[in-house]
């Protein structure tokens, strides 16, 4: 059995795009060449990996932040103002009353907001994982004002990136072409 045909019975171990270097390589009879040209791209595709999640790390944080900030001020700064305006028996415009009536809905029925996320968020692991699912929610992100560009241009230099060490390794083109738009 060839080495291409053994590694594409473990998917989740090789990729396809690295299945393709090495039927190239057992073809053109440089599988060395091949295998070190893969090594190359995996080692860049890694690089640009960690520098998309350094530079995403700090937005998550200061999401979460602010989203903790709001709940703590709904469920436990909210209620006291409540209890003071309460007492001052006047009438309270409209957002006011508003704010302490989403804060009185946290207290009580807060818990059960975590049902209703928790299944939106299985859901929408669920939708990623079918192949229509991951190209829709792929071009909602490309659609994203200011990221759209950012995912936008990192999809056109992993290609890039991609294409080249395939080349060099001896891959067709049109094969590679067909191999990254199935990735």
Same mark, same amino acid.
């Given at each position: 059995?060839?080495l ?6 473990y998917?989740k ?17 440089n ?6 040209a ?22 998550k944080?200061?999401?979460?932040a602010?989203i903790?900030t709001?709940?703590? %001020? &709904? /469920?436990?700064? *909210?209620?006291? $103002?409540?209890?003071? @305006?309460?007492? !001052? ?7 006011? %009353? &508003? /704010?302490?009536? *989403?804060?009185d $809905?946290?207290?009580? @029925?807060?818990? !059960? ?21 991951k ?16 995912f936008?241009?990192i ?28 990735i």
């Amino acid at each position: 059995m060839s080495l291409s045909i053994a590694m594409s019975k473990y998917p989740k171990v090789f990729s396809k795009l690295l299945i393709a270097f090495v039927e190239s390589g057992e073809a053109t009879g440089n599988l060395d060449g091949t295998l070190e040209a893969a090594a190359n791209q995996i080692n860049r595709e890694d690089t640009l990996k960690r520098k998309v999640k350094a530079a995403t790390t700090y937005p998550k944080i200061v999401v979460v932040a602010c989203i903790g900030t709001i709940a703590m %001020m &709904l /469920l436990f700064v *909210v209620p006291v $103002f409540a209890q003071v @305006y309460k007492s !001052l028996h006047h009438e309270l415009p409209a957002p006011t %009353m &508003l /704010l302490i009536a *989403v804060s009185d $809905f946290g207290i009580r @029925y807060g818990f !059960l907001l975590l049902i209703p996320i928790g299944g939106a968020i299985y859901g929408y692991k669920r939708y990623a994982d079918t192949v229509g699912g991951k190209r829709r929610l792929d071009i909602m992100a490309l659609k994203i004002p200011v990221l759209g560009i950012v995912f936008r241009k990192i999809a056109i230099a992993r290609f890039v990136q991609t294409l080249s060490s395939a080349l060099a390794s001896g891959v067709p083109v049109l094969h590679h072409v067909f191999i990254v738009g199935e990735i």
